[in-house]
């Protein structure tokens, strides 16, 4: 069964902490994405890698970077949390090609909290 | 840029009652199109999406959408909902495999 796992569910950070969330995915694929979801704006896209070490920008990429050391696994990273960074975090993995590829897969979510 | 709009921010409707959640997306060109629901405190799941052939698309829990290419439409459906089907309903548009573009969300309020 295909499986995009966040490391944490809830997590409570203080501002200006540097705040790591980590995504692993199980299936294999070469594309993953962090996005931000929040209400009445949906989900938009925070930045997203198509293979090791690669990563784009997506359309709120300010104040967040990325990881992609391995393929399975993608961070994102705070580098200073502000509150206005409170929010849920949704990873979502999906595999390359016409078809395929354009079928995302999400994790459960990190709801962050900054204080 | 793709955009995807859903209207409505909310819809309530009774248990056992006819459901249509609206969906529009900006550009005629081909695209794949998805519906993904979210239950409280869980991620997204893919409904159904569409990527060719037949317009009327079948997904999971009864539900179904239909393509409509001339109204850039793809609206979702289902004829008898239930309690729950109380979730948020998310269409998604993408013109390439690495870019999903989603709408802002439709609350399903399914009461007795």
């Known amino acids: 069964d295909v499986k995009v796992t966040q490391s944490s569910r809830y997590l409570v950070k203080r501002t200006g902490e540097k705040v790591f969330l980590e995504c692993v995915q199980d299936?294999?694929?070469?594309?993953m994405f962090w996005y931000r979801q929040d209400p009445g704006l949906g989900l938009r896209l925070i930045y997203f890698?198509?293979?090791?070490?690669?990563?784009e920008k997506g359309d709120i990429p300010e104040g967040y970077s990325v990881s992609r050391e391995k393929k399975e696994r993608f961070s994102l990273i705070l580098e200073s949390a502000s509150t206005n960074q409170t929010s849920m975090y949704l990873c979502a993995s999906s595999a390359s090609g016409t078809t395929e590829g354009a079928e995302a897969f999400f994790g459960q979510g990190t709801r962050l909290t900054v204080v | 840029a793709q955009s995807v709009t859903q209207l409505d921010s909310q819809v309530p409707v009774f248990e056992e009652a006819p459901v249509e959640l609206r969906c529009n997306y900006s550009?005629?060109?081909?695209?794949?199109l998805f519906w993904y629901v979210q239950y409280p405190n869980q991620g997204l799941q893919l409904l159904l999406k569409y990527l060719s052939g037949s317009t009327l698309v079948k997904g999971i829990n009864g539900f179904e959408a239909e393509f409509n290419k001339s109204q850039t439409s793809f609206h979702l459906r289902k004829p008898s909902v239930h309690i729950s089907d109380t979730a948020e309903y998310f269409c998604?548009?993408?013109?390439?495999?690495?870019?999903?573009?989603f709408g802002t969300g439709t609350r399903l309020l399914v009461s007795p």
């Open positions: 890698s198509y293979d090791v070490k690669m990563k």
């Open positions: 299936m294999d694929h070469e594309n």
């Open positions: 998604a548009v993408s013109d390439r495999p690495r870019k999903l573009v």
């Open positions: 550009s005629s060109v081909s695209v794949y």
